[in-house]
């Protein structure tokens, strides 16, 4: 691993820890880094870092780079004093394009150009109405409108709850009276799908279909993103099981322990061993001799049982 690649890890660490997401700006910098390696560079310079923002086609996503790699450089300037930052003004910055704002006229012409729709007896026409409809009036991102289940549209109290939106965020939008009258009409229309018993199907029926569709979706969706962000599984952990006599720590283990290099805890240390040890032979001294039994000779003055008494 190059000294360049292990300064990007400890950077891109310490932004993540602060709380940021930091996942497309990682992908850049990682991108960056591997150009660099294969130019065979150890520190940043100027040249090479406007040759990789430059290497892209598409020219409003110069600044984007060019910003992802002053901020990676200016951190490298407190550890590396070889470091060249490259100026903010190297490319021209990034101009959004101006949105187009529809007249009243034009909102029309479009929720009726959607009630056209082919097929005539099909959910797809009343779908797309109702969608542009409740984003012209309610003011809705295209993102909120397609993540909307029946569970957070409330038309009796004429309230939409939007969940988990921009920067995570929840809130609550107000309806009309007139959209909530539009939506419980499109709601009772027959949809044309047959049901088993020969009876058409209300839109509402079939809204809760598709409900349980993209739900199902949706999930299997995050579960992928979720498998492809996640770069370091965490360890799994053992189950935790209720603790016997025979898994019972013991008073040595249960001790905390005690700072290395202490000349003091250490004689402490064997002077409670030669003491529990002492302890010991004398109890097994006092036992023998309560049972009559004669005291034991150490081992180094016993007789072999090969050897005969003299």
């Known amino acids: 691993m190059s000294r360049l690649r292990t300064a990007f890890e ?38 090479l870092a406007m040759e990789w923002v430059t290497s892209m086609d598409r020219q409003p996503s110069w600044s984007i780079r060019l910003a992802d790699v002053r901020c990676f450089a200016q951190h490298l300037t407190h550890f590396d004093p070889l470091t060249e930052v490259s100026p903010s003004d190297a490319v021209a910055p990034t101009r959004r394009t101006k949105p187009y704002i529809y007249s009243e006229v034009e909102i029309q012409a479009l929720l009726a150009a959607a009630l056209s ?25 295209h993102s909120e ?12 109290q004429g309230v939409l709850t939007i969940r988990e939106t921009k920067f995570g965020k929840s809130r609550l939008v107000p309806l009309h009276a007139s959209c909530c009258r539009r939506a419980s009409t499109a709601r009772s229309l027959p949809c044309g799908w047959a ?15 598709t409900e349980g569709i993209c739900t ?69 001294a006092e036992r023998r001799r309560s049972r009559g039994l004669p005291r034991r000779r150490p081992h180094s003055h016993r007789r072999s049982l090969h050897q005969p008494d003299r």
């Open 10 to 47: 400890r950077y891109i660490g310490m932004r993540q820890g602060l709380g940021y997401k930091y996942d497309g700006p990682a992908k850049r910098l990682s991108e960056f880094v591997a150009f660099m390696e294969a130019c065979g560079a150890e520190t940043i310079k100027n040249d």
């Open 117 to 141: 729709l082919p097929p005539a007896n099909a959910l797809r026409r009343w779908t797309y109405h109702c969608l542009f409809g409740l984003i012209a009036v309610a003011g809705l991102r």
């Open 145 to 156: 409108a397609l993540s909307l289940l029946r569970a957070d549209v409330d038309l009796d």
């Open 195 to 209: 049901r088993s018993d020969g009876n058409d199907a209300d839109l509402s029926s079939c809204a809760s279909r």
């Open 216 to 284: 199902r979706r949706a999930e299997a969706v995050r579960t992928r993103q979720g498998r492809a962000i996640s770069t370091k599984r965490p360890a799994s952990r053992i189950p935790e099981r209720p603790l016997s006599m025979r898994t019972m720590p013991s008073a040595k283990q249960r001790r905390p322990a005690e700072p290395a290099g202490n000349a003091r805890f250490d004689a402490n240390k064997r002077r409670g061993a030669r003491h529990s040890s002492t302890v010991g032979i004398n109890r097994k």
